[in-house]
Every structure is written in C-alpha cells, then in structure tokens.
C-alpha cells in the first residue's frame, strides 16, 4: 500500500498568514502517461463532511476560495493557504488516487494563533 | 442540486451485519464510480472501497481491513449504492460516508457502532 504522511500533525497560524501543509507518498504517483500525479487535498470542518479543495494535486475544485493551492510532483506535495481566514480552521488530509487503496495522510489539524 | 443520503447505521454486536444505502440525486449516478470512506470517533479518514459504474463492469475495490466481510452494490435504476457489512467488528465502529467517483459529493454520513 502507499504510505501518505502529512506534516505537521497541528499547526497553528495568525489570521491574514499563511499556512502550508506537507504530504509525502511512499511511492511516485506521477502517472507518466498523461502526466497527471494522483493527489487530492480535503477540509473536514468539525461535525462535517470531507469537502474536496484540490484534484490532480493542484487543480482547484470548483466554488474552492483562490486562497487555496497544492503544488508538487513525485512524492512531495504541499497545500497553501495564503492568507488564513476564521472559517479555515478544519483537518486537512491529503489521499492518493493512484493505486488502491486509495489511501489518506493522517489529517493536519489547522487553528488560529 | 446534488444530494447523497446515507442511511441504515445502527448499533450491532460484534458478528452481526448491517446493510447501508447511499441514495445520490443530482448527479449522472450510473456513470460514476461510488467510494465508501469511513471515520472512527475522533480518528483520520479511512477509504473503504469502491465499486465502479457498468461501464466498468461495476468492478470492486476493498481495503484490506474489510475485504472478505464487506460487499459493494449498486442499484443504478435507484441511484443507490449498498455496503453490506458482515462478521463486523468493534473495530469497525465510524461513520460510514460514501461519495461519488471524483469525491466531489458526499453524504452527511451514518454511524455504525459495533458493541456487545
């Protein structure tokens, strides 16, 4: 199975900062192919539902704020939110959809400083 | 508007089964893939599987942890997708969502709790 590792596990940011959110996979999910990696960023706001951010590792879903970017290649990947906001405090989780399972990081609890 | 409804958790002691529905509207249903991903109390995001659209000869996929005991199913004249659970496990207590093939849609979630 592909390992998804986040970190950190909790971050705590000022309102207005930036926050930057890291996932490393075990494995390349890089499908050379179509050059397309594998990987999608959700929020999960307490009491609610995954809300998927970012598809194909740095494609913004639809309705998703332009504060909000993934980037990375490969094995490494980052989410930024570059300029918190209140209603961004939430776990973060990377998965990969490259091979099943289609495994998740940990989750990266995200508050206000 | 896009809907997911999951229903028929409740609470089962551990052996039993459970079946649970996930009834989509808004949405090409059978031509999507469903995922069921689950989420113990307090814990991470843990992906359960998937079965695939007709095209794709509605092929599964299972995580290790579940395969043997949970079944995919699909309803695509209901717009429904099943996940029939057996020989459960405390373990398996979380609340089961499941979401549409890109995990654009998903469901409030319905909790199972595995307990004698």
């Known amino acids: 199975d592909i390992v998804m590792t986040q970190s950190p596990d909790s971050l705590a940011v000022s309102l207005g900062e930036r926050a930057t959110i890291n996932c490393k996979s075990s494995q390349s999910i890089l499908y050379s192919s179509n050059n397309k990696n594998y990987l999608a960023w959700y929020q999960q706001r307490p009491g609610q539902p995954p809300q998927l951010l970012i598809y194909?590792?740095?494609t913004r879903e639809s309705g998703v704020p332009d504060r909000f970017s993934g980037s990375g290649s490969g094995t490494d990947f980052t989410l930024t939110i570059s300029s918190l906001q209140a209603e961004d405090v939430a776990v973060y989780y990377c998965?990969?959809?490259?091979?099943?399972?289609?495994?998740f990081g940990q989750g990266t609890k995200l508050e206000i400083k | 508007e896009v809907q997911v409804v999951e229903s028929g958790g409740d609470l089962v002691q551990p052996g039993g089964s459970l079946k649970l529905s996930c009834a989509a509207s808004?949405?090409?249903?059978?031509?999507?893939?469903m995922h069921w991903v689950r989420q113990a109390p307090g814990k991470g995001l843990e992906w359960v599987g998937h079965i695939r659209s007709k095209s794709n000869n509605y092929g599964t996929a299972y995580a290790a942890s579940v395969k043997g005991r949970f079944i995919f199913s699909r309803d695509d004249s209901k717009n429904t997708a099943y996940l029939q659970m057996n020989s459960l496990k405390i373990e398996d207590t979380a609340v089961y969502y499941c979401?549409?093939?890109?995990?654009?849609?998903w469901g409030q979630g319905t909790l199972v709790t595995v307990s004698s």
């Open positions: 979401t549409d093939g890109d995990y654009a849609y």
């Open positions: 194909w590792a740095s």
């Open positions: 808004g949405f090409n249903f059978s031509g999507f893939a």
């Open positions: 998965q990969q959809y490259y091979l099943t399972p289609y495994t």
